[in-house]
């Protein structure tokens, strides 16, 4: 049994989300705390805008749990640039001890679940947790130089721009609860993938597996869930997900729904071939959209499964295949 | 208050350190438990030799302990390479969750603190934690081809190569008890160092700030511990670091080590001109050196501080100043 469920409450009592301009502009657009339209957020790389977004989110965060920065015990965070530089560098804003996390694109439901396990152990009273991206940091540090205008192969992903961040609390605050109750930690899964444009493929398995897994340990089916939210597997990804699991007997298509997806239109700018990609993208997604749903009360419990790839360049570089994870955290509202 | 005390026993049940020629030719060779002569391990690329060296060091940990594998319930590892590749890739061999951490040279005691937090709040019961770096790998990354042959600075550390690894218990075996009893996280330190050769500069304040932290938090003085260790802050950052505490009426000279200083000795090649540097230097002389001390009960009680330095190349480039942070655990036997 390797599903960890929580016996004291962990109460999400704050969440804020900074979205970019595309972002902004998709579906979603309404539920984010913050759209920034200047894509470099006043500073002046892609790098330091990155840095702005995140310390925007913890700040909104904290001014929305209502606990005073002073009260946070734990900063726990993550990004997908070399050595979480806009993790580190936001950090020493904020008075706190950090702990830097690496789970690419899982890293909103690692942050949350690492969080929820030092609020819920009874270490500490409430921890600030964290994760992010930037279209232009990751496309240039993971892909090509933008100024290429390299074209896009159709199963790629458009790496979100913006930040999550929210505020895990042993007590509540005024706001009807919002309670994190299990965690299943994500074991690495490679099945051979190669392709560094087709992420939706290489972290399909570790979802599917992590998905079975806890449905398995918590003897629960797909339906008494409201929505199992996957990160960003993207339209491609999320259709290997269903076929995976269909494959298990577990017919999730009910009530899956994957953030990658949901974060464009069609309408919009068609580069983004299958959807939206990135940490930043079931961050801000978790942290607006769904995150307002859970508080109008319209879900009972969700299971939030948030995907990383584990590549470098320099390891596809090397001929690797892709290892992939998926971390799940159960949110519940009753 | 914001040092943690474990109330429930977490135990060190299993340590095995995995190091390199250079390592292995030093004062501490002995206490290794594998030297490796061969730097490719019997692989292709630097890259693959330290996956190689992590899944030695994390299969001789799981061995020393005495748990079957199939009790890990979680892997927590984290190294210097961009992504953390090495961690992930050397997961994929190991059928339990993992959660990837990210703190530059500090990561040793950082996922000694994760996992004693996970396993000492009764949510698990063995975990596998692991730290390390390699040279080539690092240097390549960080700094400059190998193949040039450049001539390094006279404030410059030497990355070390090799890689330790710890399991965690909440019970113990046949062996004396280990005990992890303390934890104090460190906060993001900068003090405006710029010069990427001077990492013991760098993080010299954020340890200084954390072990400042844990005594006053602790009521301890330094002289309460058989020894304060500092993971690779070397010759000239272990000066910093008493001179920055003596400045607080804090003198820990006659109990302070650093494993960057112990881990070369002054009749090696003189490229190590400051000592040991990187995730595995302390990685290695806690699962080596220190841990073979406390195994025979030479000390009640230590504090072990790992600093790391949270730069990137890109975030140096651009004019960045260096921060830092520093994780500290204390050790008992009693």
Redesign the interface.
């Known amino acids: 049994m390797?599903t960890?469920k929580l016996k004291n409450p962990v109460l999400i009592t704050g969440s804020f989300s900074v979205a970019g301009k595309r972002e902004g502009a998709g579906p979603l657009g309404s539920t984010f705390n913050r759209v920034e339209e200047d894509e470099y957020f006043g500073m002046s790389?892609h790098?330091?805008a990155e840095r702005e977004m995140f310390i925007a989110a913890l700040e909104g965060a904290i001014s929305d749990s209502g606990v005073e920065e002073s009260d946070i015990?734990?900063l726990l965070a993550?990004d997908l640039?070399?050595?979480?530089?806009s993790s580190?560098?936001a950090?020493?804003q904020?008075?706190?001890?950090?702990?830097?996390?690496?789970?690419?694109c899982s890293t909103m439901a690692?942050s949350l679940a690492?969080g929820s396990?030092?609020v819920?152990?009874?270490?500490?009273k409430n921890a600030l947790v964290a994760a992010g991206s930037h279209f232009a940091t990751a496309e240039r540090?993971y892909r090509m130089p933008l100024e290429l205008g390299s074209t896009r192969p159709p199963t790629a992903q458009w790496t979100a721009t913006g930040v999550g961040a929210t505020v895990l609390s042993c007590r509540g605050g005024n706001l009807p609860p919002v309670k994190i109750t299990e965690i299943?930690?994500?074991?690495?899964?490679?099945w051979g993938v190669v392709d560094v444009n087709d992420m939706g493929a290489a972290m399909a398995p570790a979802a599917a597996d992590t998905i079975a897994r806890h449905l398995k340990n918590t003897k629960t089916k797909p339906e008494d869930y409201g929505a199992i939210y996957t990160g960003d597997l993207g339209i491609f990804g999320a259709k290997i997900l269903k076929k995976l699991l269909k494959d298990e007997k577990i017919n999730v298509a009910k009530v899956h729904r994957d953030c990658g997806e949901m974060l464009y239109s069609d309408k919009q700018n068609g580069c983004n071939w299958q959807g939206a990609s990135g940490a930043g993208c079931g961050a801000i997604t978790l942290n607006g959209y769904i995150m307002d749903r859970l508080r109008r009360g319209e879900y009972k419990k969700i299971l939030f499964v948030a995907t990383g790839a584990?590549?470098?360049?320099?390891?596809s570089f090397?001929g690797?295949s892709i290892?992939a994870?998926a971390h799940a955290v159960v949110i519940e509202t009753k």
């Open positions: 390797d960890i790389t790098e330091e015990d734990v993550g640039l070399n050595q979480i530089t580190s560098f950090a020493r904020f008075d706190t001890p950090f702990i830097g996390l690496y789970g690419a690692l690492i396990l030092m819920g152990g009874g270490f500490i540090q299943t930690f994500g074991k690495v899964v490679d584990l590549l470098s360049p320099v390891s090397q690797n290892p994870v």
